[in-house]
């Protein structure tokens, strides 16, 4: 019912910036708080940042405070994340997510997840 497609990951060198979108559709769909998270090469799933369903509360992990923005634009129907001053650990495959039941900075509570982009941050 809804369908989310992450893009713009790619190669950059350390302290190179990246912009990731999140594309939602569905016939159904309307706004809901959002997030994305990462995953590196054999770890875990981890929170990133999490954006309310009107863009007006943020919440970021304390490894990409100061340096990530997330933001999203509910015309387009698609949320952000500006990626600056990257570092060599923030290299993974970054996944957005929408609708949580409660929990917004815990993977198990989100209803539905788009396919992951891979961002390569090289030293």
């Known amino acids: 019912q809804v369908q989310l497609v992450e893009s713009g990951g790619g190669l950059v060198q350390t302290g190179g910036s990246l912009r990731l979108s999140c594309e939602a559709s569905?016939?159904?769909?309307?706004?809901?708080?959002m997030a994305w998270f990462r995953q590196a090469p054999g770890a875990e799933r981890e929170f990133v940042a999490t954006?309310?369903?009107?863009?007006?509360?943020?919440y970021y992990a304390d490894s990409v405070k100061g340096r990530f923005t997330i933001s999203r634009d509910n015309v387009k129907k698609t949320m952000y994340l500006q990626m600056n001053n990257l570092k060599p650990e923030d290299t993974a495959v970054y996944y957005c997510?929408?609708?949580?039941?409660?929990?917004?900075?815990?993977?198990?509570?989100?209803?539905?997840w788009g396919q992951g982009t891979q961002v390569t941050v090289s030293s």
């Open positions: 997510a929408a609708d949580p039941k409660s929990l917004a900075t815990m993977l198990r509570e989100y209803t539905y």
């Open positions: 569905g016939r159904t769909f309307r706004p809901t708080r």
């Open positions: 954006i309310s369903t009107n863009g007006a509360t943020t």
